[in-house]
């Protein structure tokens, strides 16, 4: 699987926790936030953005958010999950295939 894949995995999963997060407690901030860094990060994923460190730099101030939802809320799900896979995310797109 190639990064710019496992970002698109990425992205996708962010969007449906958002989703999830809105129907489920009617968090629109959730939504809102998993939107706005999808749209970000699909645009690192097609090179919109010329930065070759982008996506990376979205999905470390992912991994800091999740990081500290988790910490304050002490509760594994959903923070402690998104946390999981944004660290899987960035290993991934750092393995050498």
Do not use: N
């Amino acid at each position: 699987m190639t990064p710019d894949k496992v970002l698109w995995v990425y992205i996708v999963l962010l969007v449906v926790g958002g989703l999830i997060g809105w129907l489920k407690a009617g968090s629109k901030i959730s939504l809102v936030v998993s939107v706005v860094f999808a749209a970000a990060l699909s645009a690192c994923a097609m090179g919109w953005v010329q930065l070759p460190w982008g996506a990376d730099l979205l999905l470390v101030c992912l991994l800091l958010l999740f990081a500290w939802r988790l910490l304050k809320s002490k509760q594994f799900m959903p923070s402690g999950l998104m946390l999981t896979l944004t660290v899987v995310a960035l290993a991934l797109r750092h393995w050498r295939w």
